[in-house]
């Protein structure tokens, strides 16, 4: 590994190196007096301090990406976008295609039980979004998307102890115009999406947006006959932008989307190179579900669905000398899936889980930025609200084998209801020391409650609040956190700035909603992150070349980390627990480069060392009754079998290593415009590599025992080439993801999920108005 790394530096030095000297020579061809050359980065403007700032003046470690860039880069959704982050891991989840699980420094969540928070907060227009059923958000007339890695506890606040990914949507222009598009793929893929802004006055700008998307999937179901993975999902949104008064403006959306898509465990034949699943459970006949769970989620079909609804209002104040903002938020989720996970040939599958979810939450935010002391101190600060309401009713079904036949077993069927309240102050100064130096502190409160309930749909089951009593399980979780932010800045000139910070972050504490009996519904506490990085802004040869650095250390107590556990009969039961601490420490490297008119490079290198480290202090068994894992590692070492291969102890008695932290991820790629005939059209080739080292896809991974744990090297190649007509009034496009069809899997349950297969489609767009 450490060759590796050796190899990849030099290699991103040689890309430096080459991408300098492409500059240089464009830039020592003519004098000072003569230059003539226009041509130059983008500069990306963020809102990753809360306030409006370019990308380069941001002591965070924060990778932008406008319009442009989303679009050279074949990005059509979130989990396209951060492969291209460095020490950024992303994949969908086991079951839910609408679900991704986001990993930023060795940091992330695969639970989706709502229970259950991600480390990774995901924000759409500054509103925060707290499940991540349906977080892979289909990205089209973005604005920008920013993606921070880190803890952002003080201005971002809870559930961000791996960092944030903030999408900004496109708000209504003031002159009409819009764009169409319409494209067909492999997989008989058919996408359409359009946008208008619609302006009724000089005070009153709206916009209307939407797309839909269908294909037939990738994988035959060789049981049923049926096609799976396939997806069908639309959405509209509204938006109207209303200047109230000269210092005044309200900017109002609402948005209506729905996503069937479902991620079924598939193999590859080996006769015929197909993915092939042999799942009994039909997504097209009556349910065999209806007469082993009970309600609603018993008479659904094979698949994932989910229908969400958004209003989110933006009233903005500009005073003298300072900015207050009124944020409103308001999500309905609901999601409805029966997904067999373990691809068994019978009726009802081999682990089977049918859920009913419905889910809504609130958010207001009160925010004032501006200056003070002629503009000596900088500031940030605000008064936010959240409140979740969550309603689940769901069952587990499990293939039992037994010599006269397979039969169905209900492990559990039960409603769970748990609601999140918190409340939070933040404040942050940036004190303007000189022109050069700038300090910056700053301070969140957080008082967060949270109520969990459960309820047994079975006659006499014993899956209820009397229960967990019983058991010694609290109903209600209360956590008063405060997470500061120091950091030092210092900028000798216009193209460079170094920076060193120290943020603190908490994620929430929850209950292992997965149980199937009482003294496995048990808490987790809240996980907290203190990260200290240092870094490096910079722009060359009037803005061409931008290179960034960051080095990091992050020391995360009382890590959240779900393991599986056999019980009795056979099934896995999944227990989130504070296991161990963790510690990550990297490097993240960035390069873009316009050398020469019509050509722009990137590189940018991920290394990160993550290590789990059991508490010392812990004792033997907890109040709970649970060993640590330090006691686990000693009785398994002592010869003791029920104590090694369970958890993150793995069957040698030594510790897992954390799930989803490739040591090295490196991405590079290229957008060439080259202009064809007089009237400006262009010829657009862009090409993308991603490179990702082998790595853990679950808790327990196992090179020795369990091989398929692990996900291999492996290296995603995208390409596409395409005209833009002059005025960019209309564009055809031919591009290809996974172009070479690599193989890996993306996550483990019982058995190894894989990534899809290459896809490939012709778009053709079409531009009018004023765009």
């Known amino acids: 590994m450490n060759m590796q790394r050796r190899l ?117 227009d500054d509103v925060f979004i707290a499940r991540q059923n349906a977080n892979n958000f289909a990205l089209f007339d973005v604005e920008r998307v920013e993606v921070l890695r880190g803890p952002q506890g ?114 590859e034949d080996p006769e015929t190179g197909r993915r092939v699943s042999s799942s009994g459970f039909s997504k097209n006949e009556p349910s065999p579900l209806s007469g082993l769970l009970t309600g609603f989620k018993g008479t659904l079909p094979h698949g994932n669905r989910i229908e969400a609804a958004n209003v989110t209002s933006r009233f903005t104040l500009d005073l003298e000398d300072s900015t207050l903002e009124i944020i409103t938020g308001y999500r309905d989720l609901n999601q409805d899936f029966a997904i067999d996970f373990f691809n068994g040939p019978a009726e009802f599958g081999g682990f089977t889980i049918a859920n009913q979810g419905k889910h809504n939450q609130f958010t207001q935010e009160i925010k004032l930025d501006g200056s003070l002391a002629d503009g000596k101190l900088d500031y940030v600060a605000g008064f936010f609200y959240f409140k979740d309401d969550n309603f689940t009713d769901f069952g587990d079904v499990f293939a039992l084998n037994l010599p006269t036949g397979t039969i169905p077993l209900v492990l559990a069927d039960r409603i769970i209801e748990n609601d999140t309240e918190a409340l939070a102050l933040y404040a942050q100064v940036d004190y303007n020391i000189t022109e050069e130096f700038t300090f910056t502190a700053g301070i969140r409160y957080t008082d967060e409650t949270k109520d969990f309930s459960i309820d047994d749909n079975r006659p006499g089951g014993n899956l209820n609040d009397v229960s967990l009593e019983q058991e010694g399980i609290p109903l209600e979780q209360v956590a008063k956190k405060w997470t500061p932010r120091f950091a030092l800045q210092y900028t000798p000139n216009d193209d460079m700035m170094f920076f060193a910070s120290a943020t603190r972050g908490f994620k929430s504490g929850g209950w292992n909603a997965r149980g199937t009996t009482p003294d496995e519904l048990l808490p987790f506490g809240p996980e907290t992150v203190w990260s200290y990085e240092g870094g490096l802004r910079s722009e060359w040869f009037d803005n061409r070349l931008r290179f960034n650095a960051t080095a990091f250390y992050t020391d995360v107590t009382d890590f959240q980390t779900p393991a599986a556990f056999p019980r009795d009969n056979g099934a896995l039961a999944f227990l989130t627990r504070n296991f161990a601490d963790l510690e990550v420490k990297g490097i993240e490297l960035e390069l873009t480069a316009v050398p020469t008119d019509g050509l722009t490079i990137f590189t940018t290198l991920g290394l990160q060392d993550a290590e789990q480290t059991p508490d010392a202090d812990a004792p033997p068994f907890d109040e709970f009754g649970v060993r640590s894992v330090l006691q686990q590692q000693a009785d398994c070492l002592a010869g003791d079998q029920s104590a090694c291969g369970q958890g993150i102890v793995l069957a040698d008695g ?3 290593d954390p799930t989803r932290a490739p040591d090295v991820t490196l991405a590079a790629g290229f ?101």
């Open 154 to 267: 003080t201005l971002f606040g809870r559930n961000t102890t791996g960092g944030a990914v903030n999408v900004v949507l496109a708000k209504p222009r003031e002159e009409f115009g819009g764009f169409a598009e319409i494209g067909y793929g492999r997989f008989d893929r058919v996408m359409a999406r359009a946008s208008v802004d619609v302006p009724i006055n000089d005070r009153i700008l709206t916009k209307f947006s939407g797309y839909y998307m269908t294909d037939d999937g990738f994988v035959t179901n060789t049981t049923t006959g049926e096609r799976l993975n396939d997806q069908e999902a639309f959405g509209l949104r509204a938006a109207a932008q209303i200047k109230l008064n000269e210092t005044a403006t309200w900017d109002i959306s609402v948005d209506y989307s729905e996503d069937d898509f479902a991620n079924i465990l598939n193999t």
């Open 671 to 771: 957008t060439y415009e080259h202009p064809i005939g007089p009237d400006g059209g262009r010829l657009i080739t862009n090409a993308s590599g991603i490179y990702v080292t082998e790595h853990c896809i679950t808790t327990d991974c196992d090179e020795v025992n369990l091989p398929f744990t692990f996900a291999d090297d492996r290296i995603l190649v995208n390409a596409g080439v395409g005209y833009q007509a002059p005025d960019d009034r209309w564009g055809i496009f031919l591009e290809c993801n996974n172009c070479f069809e690599a193989e890996y899997n993306t996550a483990v349950l019982g058995f190894p999920y894989l990534n899809e297969p290459m896809r490939w489609m012709l778009r053709l767009t079409t531009r009018f108005g004023g765009v």
């Open 654 to 656: 030594s510790i897992a």
């Open 8 to 124: 990849l530096t030099s290699a991103l030095a040689l890309a430096t190196a080459g991408a300098v000297s492409a500059g240089a020579s464009a830039q020592d061809g003519q004098s000072s007096q003569e230059s003539n050359v226009d041509f130059s980065l983008e500069e990306v403007v963020v809102t990753a301090q809360r306030r409006i700032e370019t990308v380069q003046d941001v002591p965070i470690a924060v990778s932008a990406f406008s319009a442009n860039d989303l679009s050279n880069r074949q990005v059509f959704d979130t989990k396209d976008l951060l492969q291209f982050v460095p020490n950024v891991f992303v994949d969908n989840n086991t079951g839910l295609g609408t679900a991704n699980t986001f990993f930023i420094r060795g940091l992330g969540n695969t639970e989706s039980v709502a229970t259950f928070d991600p480390p990774v907060g995901t924000y759409v």
